[in-house]
């Protein structure tokens, strides 16, 4: 079975400032759900991004579905991140005059791949995300910046969801809800990533959070750069 990640001596540093991350070794699998923990400034949202490809790393290798990332250039990286990956931001990153509707399926706008694995119509599967994710129908023809944050979390996770890619990456997404809030999202949000068949790379200093997962690792541990 291919690893989903599978990460080997990956260094990485901003440009100008020292080294932030050398993880030596960490394979995850398909179907994982795991927690990454770190306290804020520990480099977990610069690891999500090496995950995307939005960053590179300076060293090593980082495989990602059998691709080393590191060998990608910039479009054939930005090209596998619309194919395979979904992601929700910690700021949503939504597009706030465009409706409900339309920022679910702008996913699918950049990727074939994503559009050749709907099970339906792009309309209808963006509704039953929706729905999944309990958000009201009233809402669905709405500009996303007239939603609560709650709401527009779960317009994310949607716009994340569809077209099924097969890694789902969750940078701290709960972190703007209340504890009940929080706990009936990542619910929602692991019985989607099951029933489509994604796997689930979630960050979060939240240790609240960490008994709903398979795997719980902790940046701190995993990382040999001493930040301190
Ligand atoms: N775009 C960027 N350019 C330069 N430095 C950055 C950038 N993003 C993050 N950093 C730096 O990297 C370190 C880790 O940040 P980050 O990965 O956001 O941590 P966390 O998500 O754990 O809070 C911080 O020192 C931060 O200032
Ligand atoms: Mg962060």
Redesign the pocket.
């Known amino acids: 079975m291919t690893a989903l990640i599978d990460i080997a001596e990956l260094r990485f540093a ?2 100008d ?1 020292p080294e ?1 991350l050398h993880i030596e070794q960490l394979t995850v699998h398909p179907g994982e759900r795991v927690f990454i923990k ?10 999500l991004g090496l995950l995307a490809g939005i960053q590179t790393a300076s060293r090593g290798r980082l495989t990602v579905l059998g691709q080393d990332l590191t060998r990608l250039g910039g479009h054939a990286r930005d090209r596998f991140r619309a194919d395979h990956l979904g992601y929700i931001f910690q700021q949503f990153n939504l597009l706030p005059f465009l409706s409900v509707q339309e920022n679910v399926t702008a996913a699918l706008i950049f990727s074939r791949h994503k559009r050749s694995r709907l099970r339906a119509p792009a309309e209808v599967e963006a509704a039953r995300l929706l729905t999944e994710l309990q958000l009201p129908r009233a809402l669905w023809s709405k500009p996303v910046h007239s939603l609560s944050i709650g709401q527009q979390q779960r317009v994310a996770a949607a716009r994340a969801l569809i077209g099924r890619p097969e890694l789902v990456i969750a ?1 701290e997404p709960t972190s703007a809800l209340d504890t009940d809030n929080r706990e009936a999202f990542i619910e929602l949000l692991f019985a989607e990533c099951r029933q489509q068949g994604s796997s689930l790379v979630f ?1 979060s200093h939240d240790p609240y959070l960490e008994p709903l997962f398979s795997r719980v690792l902790s ?1 701190s541990e995993l990382n040999k750069v001493n930040l301190c």
């Open positions: 901003w440009p400032q932030l770190g306290p804020s400034g520990s480099g977990k949202s610069t690891l940078d960050v940046l």
